[in-house]
């Protein structure tokens, strides 16, 4: 799995999940699953081109962290974070859900914001080169976040 934070400026680019998603009316970074023999950030690529209409290469994406979520909506996977800047905020969104731009400084108050990524876009967005995130997010199967533990490592 992968999760990918889109920086224009001063902010992020989140997915509202349409109403088909387990996380319907959500705020979610765009991403989503890595295909069978499929590079992982290949796919970083691939799910920010179709879920965002952004084309990018790999040299433009940041390895930024590696999260064990377990009990996601009953599933346990290893996310990888990447961290991209794109050149401008004209995105087209699809089924997917609603793409909006968050000013980092507001994340907070995002009442619908995913809850682990209150802390995890802002640990990820200010680490420095030569630093990745590292951590376990537990869920209890609904989306509710049980736990989060989050710690910086030198890569």
């Given at each position: ?44 690529v691939r799910e920010i081109e179709e ?105």
């Open positions: 799995m992968v999760l990918c934070l889109l920086r224009h400026g001063d902010a992020v680019l989140l997915i509202e999940g349409g109403r088909r998603k387990r996380w319907a009316g959500k705020l979610q970074g765009v991403g989503g699953g890595v295909g069978r023999g499929e590079d992982p950030l290949a796919a970083a879920e965002t209409g952004l084309r990018l290469a790999l040299r433009q994406l940041r390895l930024k962290g590696v999260i064990h979520s377990q009990n996601w909506y009953g599933t346990s996977k290893v996310m990888l974070v990447v961290v991209a800047r794109v050149p401008h905020r004209r995105v087209h969104g699809n089924e997917e859900g609603t793409l909006r731009w968050v000013p980092v400084r507001r994340l907070a108050r995002q009442p619908n914001l995913v809850p682990d990524l209150y802390r995890l876009i802002p640990r990820a967005l200010a680490l420095r080169r030569g630093e990745l995130l590292t951590g376990v997010a537990v869920h209890d199967g609904l989306g509710r976040l049980r736990s989060l533990t989050l710690q910086t490592v030198r890569s």
